[in-house]
């Protein structure tokens, strides 16, 4: 986002040149655009360059006073059945990168950011590194045991493809198929597939890389003090076999 929208507008600027009107004018064509979100990840950007300059060289923050209107975000939906079908039709015809990583989305719960972290332990685990533990901390590795679901499926994906798909190539095709969803939502798919299949919620964090779940009443505990062997993970992920 810094290379792809801050830089274009504001890199020929001096700190001390770049004004309160002049950001709030930036952010505002984004939320007219509908970008909300866009919109404040990219103050959420600025605040921590301002913050830092005025600490560092004595600078006025022009964010200070920067205001977005209020925006209630739309909580995605797992796919139904029916639409996970759809998807899985669509990449068994197109057989290429693109089906390959949707395919891994659907059947691991990664984020598209974590794609590229990708790797097969041992033929029956993916292991990938948490994007949202990677921000300077030390990196958490996940494992997500194959499930009957994805071996299904396994002879579609080349995991090597899927590491190296472009998050827009992959969006723009996901969103072609299906106009309302957004990728993000394939996370939501397995994770709402596992707790329908009677898998363990603690076990789904594990799997999904959720620190706690206000829903799950132990996590706090679990996730402290227990340590699941692997022949239990491997047991809880035979449980993620259903009919599509």
């Not at 959420?44 to 209107?69: G, T, W, Y």
């Not at 797992?78 to 639409?83: F, I, Q, R, S, W």
């Not at 396994?154 to 090597?160: A, K, S």
């Amino acid at each position: 986002m810094f290379e792809v929208n801050l830089r274009p507008t504001f890199g020929h600027l001096h700190l001390s040149e770049i004004t309160r009107p002049l950001v709030q004018q930036y952010l505002f064509t984004f939320v007219e655009a509908g970008k909300y979100r866009t919109a404040e990840k990219l103050k959420l950007m600025l605040n921590c360059i301002f913050d830092m300059a005025a600490e560092d060289f004595n600078l006025p923050s022009p964010m200070k006073k920067i205001v977005l209107p209020y925006h209630e975000s739309k909580k995605g939906s797992a796919l139904t059945k029916d639409e996970e079908k759809k998807l899985v039709e669509y990449c068994r015809n197109r057989k290429d990168d693109v089906a390959s990583a949707l395919l891994v989305l659907l059947y691991f719960g990664l984020r598209q950011s974590e794609l590229p972290t990708l790797k097969v332990i041992d033929g029956n685990t993916l292991e990938c590194e948490t994007s949202k533990e990677r921000m300077g901390r030390n990196v958490t590795l996940r494992y997500i045991p194959f499930t009957p679901m994805f071996r299904k499926v396994q002879d579609l994906v080349d995991f090597e493809k899927a590491k190296n798909v472009t998050v827009y190539t992959l969006r723009s095709a996901f969103k072609r198929l299906f106009p309302e969803h957004h990728p993000h939502e394939l996370r939501y798919t397995f994770i709402t597939r596992c707790k329908e299949c009677g898998v363990s919620g603690e076990v789904v964090m594990l799997w999904d890389g959720h620190s706690g779940d206000k829903d799950v009443k132990t996590s706090a505990v679990d996730r402290g003090y227990t340590d699941y062997s692997k022949e239990y993970i491997l047991a809880e992920a035979e449980k993620v076999n259903y009919d599509l």
